[in-house]
């Protein structure tokens, strides 16, 4: 069935002499409708009312009996069930301003007025930003101070890579000067001081024995009476000298062979070691500088990130100190606390962080949400047509289709039903008119179609009695209205699905819950073993 055709559907006509139920009772039909137990209370009330309207006496057969009982005739027809609730107009598409600033002191300066009409994009709030303001700058100067630092820190990353690179080539030249100073000595001082004290030892020699030879010469002189014994003095005199000088040369070699070699070997040896010592000092000295300056410049940049990620959260702070329309729509504010005037979203209240401030509903796309009862909710599934009136507009009828079906009872209504649960159900209006006013929060019908049977045997719903788990109707027969066993199927509102007892043309009373409880009086009594108590109707005052 296409959409349009919803509009036209229309209840099946009622029999002239069935009641019209007020929408009060279509209600509390529909929820108790569900179940097995639902449909004799159903039939309960039905029997209710046509005592009423019948009168007592008229049903007990007491011989006061005036007319005949209101009847209906069994017949085949189309049998629509539906599911009518009632619930709220809302936008499909709302768009809600929240407070994202942070803190639960945001002081709202300046708000457009509740109900204006806003354009996307339109500022709609704006907040207090001098704190903000004030942090931003002292922000912006730590994050500058951060930026220069990073300059220093590489600077001084430069200037410890040299000093490194400058001592290691410092501590790498002793070292090839001690290295040096040991050949020097080994292969060229020592060996040459050593020859010297050589060349003197052999000329000290050479000395002695020319002076000893002289003195053996003027000895002999003198023996003979040439020379005087005064005249051998100098020369015994030199003799001893060149000997000492002989001696002290020997000795001077000796020492610079045994242990001033010695002694600068084990110098030099001590220098070259500690010169290598030096140059891996100085390799490790310069590492150690050049890492530390390297993680002052990590450090450095570090910082800066943190400084600007800061200034970045307080400029995007800033940003958020205004809320503009995400569509276009009437402005509604957000007073979910209406009973704290303390806490109304005005100008100059203070908010708190993520509280929403407003909304801007989108009033050419609107929905009703209606909540079904939990003896219905089984036979409503997405997809199913509706129409829906608004109490505003009662000549308005709109198309809907079941668009969700909540899997979960509202349990924010359980306690308000008195345990009875709820489902609530958004039912998606296809035809919005442009220029209808609808607004969010307006009351509306809901009729959901749940089936059509075509071509079912049916009767309304007050022919119809409950007994002990078996359904009965009674039947004209021979003038009177005996019970007759019957299989019910689906209902409406109104009629309900005869499956077998009946056939098309026979006559039903449709005050059977009451006839019911008087012909059942006795509850041991088999019903069909019972005669009818009725007597014929007969006209009387």
């Given at each position: 069935?296409?959409?349009?055709?919803?509009?036209?559907?229309?209840?099946?006509?009622?029999?002239?002499?069935?009641?019209?139920?007020?929408?009060?009772?279509?209600?509390?039909?529909?929820?108790?409708?569900?179940?097995?137990?639902?449909?004799?209370?159903?039939?309960?009330?039905?029997?209710?009312?046509?005592?009423?309207?019948?009168?007592?006496?008229?049903?007990?057969?007491?011989?006061?009996?005036?007319?005949?009982?209101?009847?209906?005739?069994?017949?085949r027809a189309t049998l629509r069930v539906a599911v009518n609730e009632r619930g709220n107009l809302e936008s499909t598409v709302t768009v809600d301003g929240t407070c994202e600033l942070n803190g639960y002191q945001n002081k709202i300066i300046e708000l457009v007025a509740e109900g204006s009409r806003v354009e996307k994009g339109q500022v709609v709030c704006r907040f207090d930003s001098s704190e903000i303001d004030k942090s931003i700058a002292q922000q912006q100067i730590k994050s500058k101070q951060a930026k220069s630092k990073i300059e220093t820190s590489k600077q001084e990353l430069e200037i410890a890579r040299n000093d490194a690179e400058s001592e290691e080539v410092k501590a790498k030249g002793d070292l090839k000067v001690a290295e040096l100073t040991r050949i020097l000595f080994e292969e060229g001082t020592n060996p040459a001081d050593l020859d010297e004290a050589q060349s003197k030892i052999k000329l000290a020699t050479k000395d002695v024995e020319k002076t000893s030879d002289e003195l053996d010469k003027m000895q002999g002189l003198v023996k003979k009476g040439f020379k005087s014994p005064q005249q051998l003095r100098p020369l015994e005199n030199s003799l001893e000298q060149y000997k000492f000088m002989k001696s002290s040369e020997e000795r001077r070699y000796t020492v610079k062979k045994t242990y001033e070699k010695e002694k600068n070997m084990v110098e030099n040896a001590?220098?070259?070691?500690?010169?290598?010592?030096?140059?891996?000092?100085?390799?490790?000295?310069?590492?150690?500088?050049?890492?530390?300056?390297?993680?002052?410049v990590v450090s450095a940049v570090g910082t800066h990130e943190i400084e600007e990620q800061q200034l970045q959260e307080f400029l995007k702070q800033k940003a958020k100190t205004e809320i503009k329309a995400g569509q276009t729509g009437i402005l509604a504010y957000a007073n979910e606390a209406y009973y704290d005037s303390s806490r109304q979203i005005r100008e100059g209240a203070t908010v708190y962080s993520r509280q929403k401030i407003f909304s801007i509903p989108d009033l050419t796309r609107m929905q009703v949400k209606v909540n079904i009862h939990e003896s219905m909710i089984k036979k409503i599934k997405a997809d199913q047509k509706a129409t829906i009136r608004v109490d505003a507009f009662p000549n308005l009828e709109l198309i809907g289709i079941v668009k969700t079906v909540s899997n979960l009872a509202d349990s924010n209504r359980g306690w308000m039903n008195g345990g009875v649960k709820e489902y609530s159900t958004v039912v998606d209006v296809q035809n919005t008119p442009p220029d209808s006013s609808l607004k969010p929060g307006m009351s509306a019908e809901v009729v959901i179609l749940v089936q059509e049977m075509r071509d079912v045997l049916q009767v309304p719903i007050q022919a119809i009695a409950e007994r002990k788990g078996a359904f009965y109707a009674f039947v004209e027969k021979d003038g009177a209205f005996l019970p007759?066993?019957?299989?019910?199927?689906?209902?409406?509102?109104?009629?309900?699905?005869?499956?077998?007892?009946?056939?098309?043309?026979?006559?039903?009373?449709?005050?059977?819950?009451?006839?019911?409880?008087?012909?059942?009086?006795?509850?041991?009594?088999?019903?069909?073993?019972?005669?009818?108590?009725?007597?014929?109707?007969?006209?009387?005052?």
């Open positions: 069935m296409a959409l349009e055709e919803l509009k036209v559907l229309a209840p099946p006509s009622t029999p002239s002499a069935v009641p019209t139920a007020s929408p009060k009772p279509r209600r509390l039909y529909r929820r108790i409708l569900g179940s097995g137990k639902v449909l004799a209370l159903l039939l309960g009330v039905a029997g209710v009312a046509s005592a009423a309207y019948l009168g007592r006496d008229r049903i007990l057969g007491s011989g006061k009996v005036v007319d005949r009982p209101l009847t209906a005739v069994v017949r001590s220098k070259v070691q500690m010169a290598q010592k030096a140059v891996d000092k100085a390799a490790a000295q310069g590492k150690a500088k050049v890492a530390k300056a390297d993680s002052e007759k066993p019957v299989k019910v199927g689906e209902t409406d509102e109104k009629f309900v699905e005869i499956l077998s007892g009946l056939d098309v043309g026979e006559v039903v009373t449709l005050d059977a819950r009451t006839r019911s409880a008087v012909y059942f009086k006795e509850d041991d009594r088999t019903p069909l073993d019972k005669p009818e108590p009725a007597k014929p109707a007969t006209k009387g005052p």
